[in-house]
């Protein structure tokens, strides 16, 4: 599924993750850039240098189980921003994440 990006109204954050050596959770913003309450819809995920593997069933992935994301492909991702985990295939993967409301 593809989301139209020109149809987002707000960016409310950046993030990048550099250790992902066991499964870790998002740090999902609860704040727009001007202050205000809210929580972003989707997340638009990049990895880099390394693939990732994810899964967002409230169960941790590991480095051989969970659905891969390989580098440089985009997940754009509308479910639970709080259930989603991942961790690295090999050593030395970070993720990209932009938060969208």
Do not use: H
């Not at 819809?41 to 941790?60: G, H, I, Y």
Request: aromatic share 6%; proline share 6%; glycine share 6%.
């Amino acid at each position: 599924m593809s989301m139209n990006l020109k149809a987002v109204t707000t960016c409310m954050g950046y993030q990048q993750i550099t250790s992902l050596s066991s499964a870790t959770n998002l740090t999902v913003p609860q704040r727009t850039p001007n202050g205000q309450n809210a929580k972003p819809v989707f997340a638009l995920v990049v990895a880099e240098s390394q693939a990732v593997r994810w899964r967002d069933d409230k169960t941790s992935p590991s480095a051989s189980i969970g659905m891969p994301l390989a580098v440089g492909i985009p997940l754009q991702y509308d479910g639970d921003l709080t259930n989603i985990q991942f961790i690295e295939q090999v050593a030395g993967a970070k993720i990209n994440i932009s938060y969208y409301m």
